[in-house]
């Protein structure tokens, strides 16, 4: 059974930083992706970031230069640095592992770690 077990989030002000982190324990497939996503109050959970075993990335538009993902694949592991932020950033981020194997996805979630941004 995978297991995603997320940190780094809390309280910032605007323009601030953080750096969330996610260790994935259990088995990872050869072809995966991990990533983050998020859910604001009232909001539908939406793609923060994600990123391929082989290092390929994709980002939301709204974090598109600001946001950078990562992965340490000898670790299992996961960073978003988040830096610039915005009070529109509040969120509960979620850690996010696909497992891929022909056409079949297995998802995975975190508990969440909140990101507060004071203005």
């Known amino acids: 059974q995978v297991q995603l077990v997320e940190s780094g989030g809390g309280l910032v002000q605007t323009g601030g930083s953080l750096r969330l982190s996610c260790v994935a324990s259990g088995r990872m497939f050869s072809t995966n992706y991990m990533g983050w996503y998020r859910q604001a109050p009232g909001k539908q959970r939406e793609l923060v970031a994600r990123i391929a075993n082989g290092g390929s990335t994709d980002y939301a538009d709204a974090v598109k230069g600001r946001f950078t993902i990562s992965r340490d694949n000898a670790k299992n592991t996961v960073y978003l640095q988040m830096n610039s932020l915005k009070p529109e950033d509040t969120a509960l981020y979620y850690c996010?592992?696909?497992?891929?194997?022909?056409?079949?996805?297995?998802?995975?979630w975190g508990q969440g770690t909140q990101v507060t941004v004071s203005s």
């Open positions: 996010n592992l696909r497992n891929v194997i022909g056409a079949t996805r297995y998802e995975y």
